[in-house]
């Protein structure tokens, strides 16, 4: 079965730092990794996925994920977080498979302090 | 290009009454679109998969005669909450996809609260 976790219900960072929101997954086959960011009150934005190819892969806004597959981890990462980075991050991951059902981490929270 | 839109985008509505909920795909054909529900603070509960001019698959635990989805064409699917109760209340958030494997694309969510 598929499933992925984000032991981290929120993590903290000052602006200009680095951030990292990690991400480990369990799926059967090759898996599809995705990162999604959500407002208050809206519905997700796709940040970046990995599907197959180089590891480390670049998204939106400036955020990257590498894919470890021997550690099956997809963590989020940016080398300066801003303030508005602040929000709802989910992890995401589907089988390639059969079927085509995305599973969800319970999401981690990111506050970046000015 | 890729987006979803969600109508309405918060509805209030009495105990017993039904509501219905659009999501449309703007720019591409959507082939399979996706129901979630998002409890306060929680993560996306999947409900079901629409796809076009077929029944949606429901997830285990999910009425599907209380939650009816119909996916009536490439760019429009809908979700119809009958005899709605408090307990339905949540965010609800649909997605499409334009073909296996690709990315989902999320509209911005409806908030219902069941008076």
């Known amino acids: 079965a598929q499933s992925v976790a984000q032991p981290e219900d929120q993590v903290n960072v000052a602006e200009g730092n680095p951030l990292t929101v990690k991400c480990t997954y369990s799926v059967s086959g090759n898996p599809y990794l995705f990162w999604y960011v959500q407002y208050p009150n809206r519905g997700l934005q796709f940040l970046l996925k990995y599907i197959t190819g180089d590891n480390l892969v670049k998204g939106s806004y400036g955020f990257e994920a590498e894919f470890n597959k021997s550690q099956t981890s997809f963590h989020l990462k940016k080398p300066s977080a801003l303030v508005s980075d602040s929000a709802l991050y989910f992890c995401?991951?589907?089988?390639?498979?059969?079927?085509?059902?995305?599973?969800f981490g319970a999401g981690t929270r990111l506050f970046v302090k000015a | 290009g890729a987006v979803v839109s969600q109508h309405p985008s918060r509805v209030i509505c009495k105990s017993g009454t039904s509501v219905k909920i659009e999501c449309r795909s703007l720019d591409f054909q959507a082939t399979t679109m996706f129901w979630y529900r998002q409890f306060p603070k929680q993560s996306l509960m999947l409900m079901a998969t629409?796809?076009?001019?077929?029944?949606?698959?429901?997830e285990q635990g999910v009425e599907k005669d209380k939650f009816l989805i119909n996916h009536a064409s490439l760019t429009l699917s809908t979700l119809t909450v009958t005899s709605a109760h408090p307990e339905d209340s949540s965010f609800y958030i649909c997605?499409?996809?334009?073909?296996?494997?690709?990315?989902?694309?999320f509209g911005p969510g409806t908030r219902l609260t069941v008076l």
């Open positions: 629409s796809n076009e001019g077929s029944k949606a698959t429901y």
């Open positions: 995401a991951v589907r089988a390639n498979t059969g079927g085509f059902k995305t599973i």
């Open positions: 997605s499409a996809s334009p073909a296996r494997g690709d990315e989902q694309f």
